[in-house]
C-alpha cells in the first residue's frame, strides 16, 4: 500500500508566476512513490525546494499542475479534519505568536479528533501525556513556550505531532536546534514509529549522515528537481553528493551500521587566505 505518491507536480509561488527572475524557483514535476512504514529523508542545497515540497504533501500549498495521493485517494476529495487524521506536520519554524503552555499546545494535536463542544476526554489527555513523555518534556509541562529553547520548541512540536497519532508524519529539519543526545533520542523514536508501527516518515534534513543512518529511501533536491532518489545505499554515492552541494566528499561505510558515511575534507593549505 502506498502511503505517499506525488505525481508530476509542478509549483511555482503566487509572486513569481510569469515573472522572469534570477531567482527564479519552481518545483518541476516531482515524481515520488512512499510505501506505507518507510522512512524517506530529503536532502539538498538551502533553496532547493525541500520545505515547498513538504508543504504540498500536507496541503499548506496546492500544486499547479499534478496530483498527490494520501494512501492512494486524491488529497483534493479528503476534507481539511481527515486529512490531519492521516498527517502531522512539524515545520521548520513555528509561528510563536500566543503565549500557550507546552501541554496546551501538544493537546491541540488532538484537535482533528474533537466531537461536539470540543472538550479533549481523559483518553486524549493520556495520549498527549505519553507523547510529551516520548519526547522528554514532561517536566515543561506548564511552562509557556516562548519561554523555551530552540531544541524544547522542537520537541514540544513533535509531541504535538506524535499526538495526531497520523500514519504519515512529515518533519521539516527535526533535529537542527537539538543536542547530540536529544538528536538520537528523538530519531531512534522516530525510526521505532516506522519499523514497530508502520508510520511513513517524510523528513528534510540539512546532515547527511543522520539522513544515511536512519532512512530507507534519500531524495535528492536540486533547482526544484529530483536529481535522485531511491534506497540510500544507491543514492549517497560520491557522484551524486558533489554534483548537488558542489564540495568535494569521501564516502565510506559508517563503522558500527551498513549505512554510507559522509566525510567532508576541508582544505585548509589552499583555501584558507
Ligand atoms: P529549502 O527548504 O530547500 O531550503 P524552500 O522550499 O524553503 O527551500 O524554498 C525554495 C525557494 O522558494 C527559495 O528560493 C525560496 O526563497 C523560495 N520561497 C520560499 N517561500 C516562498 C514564498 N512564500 N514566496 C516566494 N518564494 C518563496
Ligand atoms: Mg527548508
Known amino acids: 500500500m502506498y502511503s505517499i505518491n506525488v505525481e508530476n507536480i509542478t509549483f511555482t509561488y ?3 508566476k510569469g515573472k522572469k527572475l534570477s531567482s527564479h524557483f519552481s518545483l518541476d514535476k516531482i515524481l515520488l512513490s512512499l510505501t506505507a512504514g518507510t522512512f524517506l529523508s530529503i536532502v539538498g542545497p538551502n533553496g532547493s525546494g525541500k520545505s515547498t515540497l513538504l508543504k504540498i504533501i500536507s496541503k499548506i500549498l496546492l500544486p499547479d499542475s499534478g496530483k498527490v495521493k494520501i494512501f492512494e485517494k486524491d488529497y483534493s476529495t479528503i476534507p481539511r479534519k481527515d486529512l490531519a487524521k492521516k498527517i ?3 515545520p521548520q519554524t513555528q509561528p510563536l505568536a500566543f503565549p500557550f503552555t507546552v501541554y496546551e499546545i501538544v493537546l491541540m494535536g488532538r484537535s482533528p479528533y474533537l466531537q461536539g ?3 479533549e476526554n481523559i483518553e486524549d489527555k493520556n495520549i498527549a501525556q505519553d507523547a510529551m513523555k516520548k519526547t522528554d518534556i514532561q517536566h515543561l509541562s506548564s511552562r509557556y513556550i516562548n519561554e523555551l529553547s530552540g531544541g524544547e520548541i522542537q520537541r514540544v512540536f513533535l509531541a504535538r505531532a506524535l499526538a495526531q497519532q497520523a500514519p504519515i508524519l512529515l518533519l521539516d529539519e527535526p533535529n ?4 547530540l543526545q536529544h538528536q538520537i533520542e528523538i530519531l531512534t523514536l522516530i525510526k521505532k514509529l516506522v ?3 508502520g508510520i511513513s516518515v517524510v523528513a528534510v534534513f540539512h546532515d547527511l549522515n543522520i539522513a544515511s543512518m536512519f532512512s530507507d529511501e534519500i531524495l535528492i533536491l536540486n533547482f526544484g528537481k529530483v536529481h535522485a ?3 540510500t545505499a544507491s543514492v549517497v554515492n560520491k557522484k551524486n553528493i558533489e554534483e548537488v552541494f558542489r564540495t568535494d566528499v569521501i564516502i565510506d561505510t559508517h563503522p558500527v551500521i551498513t549505512s554510507p558515511r559522509v566525510t567532508l575534507i576541508p582544505d585548509f593549505k589552499n583555501k584558507i587566505n
Open 88 to 90: 502531522a506536520f512539524v
Open 229 to 231: 532518489v531511491g534506497k
Open 117 to 119: 463542544f470540543g472538550f
Open 14 to 16: 503566487p509572486a513569481h
Open 195 to 197: 519499523t514497530n508501527d
Open 176 to 179: 537542527t536546534h537539538l543536542d
